[in-house]
């Protein structure tokens, strides 16, 4: 069974510009969740979607944004990006919310 | 969300047992106890969980303190790959709203050495 994929691995961006980060779930997997890590803040989960519809959010401001597909894939926006928007950007897949969770291997951004 | 505490680091030999601690004074009826890993420039690692009962896996063993309130994951022998950080988070298993997510506090950096 193929795991999470995110693409792409790595990016670079300008500060002003905006990204897409995209997700693939493992297959059946109908819940995906992206997390930002940083050293200075760890893991800090963004938001949560399930059968395309968002079910929880995190404390990010509204230039972060996801949306989910009908075939479960997701993608998540930054706009207007900043420098601290600097990190590994995870995305993770489970079946329903009380099942482990997998993750993927992350995109890394850095914001110049 | 409940809260957790780890050490920050600890240190193992190759092939001895290692015990990583959790303490969750507050932890609710309905918390999952739930432990990941993140090795080195990877994504988290799903390990185990529980809920009262110990539970074993191919990976660890989860030991449950009869009141609830800490835990301990045990490797029974480690190996150099197994050093990475080790996250204990709850969950509430009644579902809905924040409990979709994983709430991760900053782990215990485990060593291993050969």
């Known amino acids: 069974k193929a795991g999470v994929t995110q693409t792409p691995r790595y990016l670079i961006k300008t500060r002003g510009q905006q990204v897409t980060l995209s997700c693939s779930p493992i297959?059946?997997?109908?819940?995906v969740s992206w997390y930002q890590q940083t050293p200075g803040q760890g893991l800090q989960f963004l938001f949560e979607?399930?059968?395309?519809?968002?079910?929880n959010k995190g404390n990010f401001p509204g230039r972060f944004s996801g949306r989910q597909f009908s075939n479960s894939r997701s993608e998540m926006n930054v706009s207007t990006l900043e420098l601290g928007d600097s990190a590994l950007y995870l995305c993770?897949?489970?079946?329903?919310?009380?099942?482990?969770?997998?993750f993927g291997p992350g995109t890394r951004l850095t914001v110049t | 969300d409940a809260k957790t505490t780890q050490p920050n680091s600890m240190e193992s030999n190759e092939e001895e047992p290692v015990h990583l601690p959790c303490n969750h004074s507050?932890?609710?009826?309905?918390?999952?106890i739930h432990w990941y890993r993140q090795l080195p420039s990877q994504g988290p690692e799903y390990v185990i969980h529980?809920?009262?009962s110990n539970v074993n896996n191919r990976m660890a063993s989860l030991a449950i303190a009869e009141d609830r309130k800490s835990s301990t994951l045990i490797l029974h022998r480690a190996t150099l790959r197994d050093a990475a950080v080790y996250y204990c988070?709850?969950?509430?298993?009644?579902?809905?709203?924040?409990?979709?997510?994983?709430?991760f506090g900053k782990g215990t950096l485990l060593t291993v050495n050969p």
């Open positions: 529980g809920l009262t």
């Open positions: 988070i709850l969950r509430d298993v009644r579902g809905g709203g924040s409990n979709y997510k994983l709430t």
């Open positions: 297959s059946g997997h109908r819940s």
């Open positions: 993770a897949s489970s079946l329903t919310f009380l099942y482990e969770q997998y």
């Open positions: 979607y399930f059968s395309e519809t968002q079910r």
């Open positions: 507050t932890i609710s009826g309905t918390d999952y």
